[in-house]
Structure formats: C-alpha cells, structure tokens
C-alpha cells in the first residue's frame, strides 16, 4: 500500500565499499522473546521454561537462534545496505548461548562487493558484555537496485 509517503531506500551497490561497518547494541527482554514465541508458536521449554532450563546444561532460558538472526537481517534492512535490500545467503555460528536480558554488541562490516552477481557479503561478530564473542555470521544481500533508487528519488522530487 503507497500512501503517497516518499520512502527511503538503502545504499545501491554502487554507494557501498568494502569495509563499511554498522555497530549496534540490543538488549534482549521479555516482551520481544514473548513476541517471537508467540508469533511462531514456538513452545521450547529451552526458550521459557525456567525449572526444565535449570535442568540442561545451560542451566537458564536462552534465546532463540533465529531470533538473533532477526536481529542482524532486521539491522540490514534498516541500516547496511538499508531499506529495499534483500538476504539471499546467511551463515551463522553460534559460539555462546546467549541468555535473556542480555544485550548484545553486533559489529557489520562489508567484506567483498560483488558487482557482477549483485551482492554484497557481509561480516556480522556479536559479543556479549563480558566482551565475550557470542556469534559469527555471513551474509549475502543484495541491495536494492538502481530501479528502486530512482523511482524513490522520483517520488521525493515530485513531492517538493
């Protein structure tokens, strides 16, 4: 649905380099673990369930992985490359469980510009506030293209 609002699209291939970074904090709470669970029906007792995460080796709730990876597709799509992107490839290690309430530093950085294949490949290092590393991730995104870059810019003049 276009409300007639210009929209703001993210960086085209042509405006990134190699060695563009993003930093960003994220604290995680109740109401977005809450949010995921509901939304994906999903009752791991691992995610919520106090007594039974008491019993594992972890020994307290963590998070879920596909939650973090919301988290970094959620941070390319608003900031690098930005609106209009799209991830076609994503590679994630999950070193550490990553435990409710804890927030988390995300480093980005673009790795290797792909102009023939459109893509972009980006480097994605979480840590934790013990500054230990918690996640490694690659991610292949292709950003959004000339076309989307002009037509927004279109929209943007003819509103002026």
């Known amino acids: 649905m276009n409300i007639g609002k210009p929209r703001k699209v993210g960086k085209s291939i042509d405006e990134i380099e190699e060695g563009d970074s993003l930093s960003l904090t994220e604290s995680i709470e109740d109401h977005q673990l809450l949010l995921y669970l509901g939304l994906t029906n999903d009752a791991n007792p691992l995610y919520i ?3 039974y995460a008491r019993e ?7 998070v879920p992985s596909v939650m973090l990876m919301g988290i970094i ?6 900031h690098l ?3 209009g992107s799209h991830v076609v490839n994503f590679s994630v290690n999950f070193i550490e469980p990553i435990y409710h309430y804890e927030t988390l530093t995300f480093q980005f950085e673009v ?4 102009k023939m294949k459109d893509v972009v490949t980006l480097s994605v290092e979480a840590e934790n506030t013990e500054n230990h ?3 490694d991730a690659v991610v292949m995104v ?9 037509l927004a810019e279109t929209k943007e003049d003819s509103h002026e």
């Open 81 to 83: 490359p930005g609106p």
């Open 73 to 78: 597709t959620s941070a390319i799509s608003k």
């Open 133 to 135: 590393r918690v996640l």
């Open 49 to 51: 369930q106090h007594d």
């Open 142 to 150: 292709q950003p959004p293209s000339m076309v989307e870059a002009e």
């Open 56 to 62: 594992t080796e972890y020994e307290q709730p963590i």
């Open 111 to 114: 790795i290797k510009v792909d």
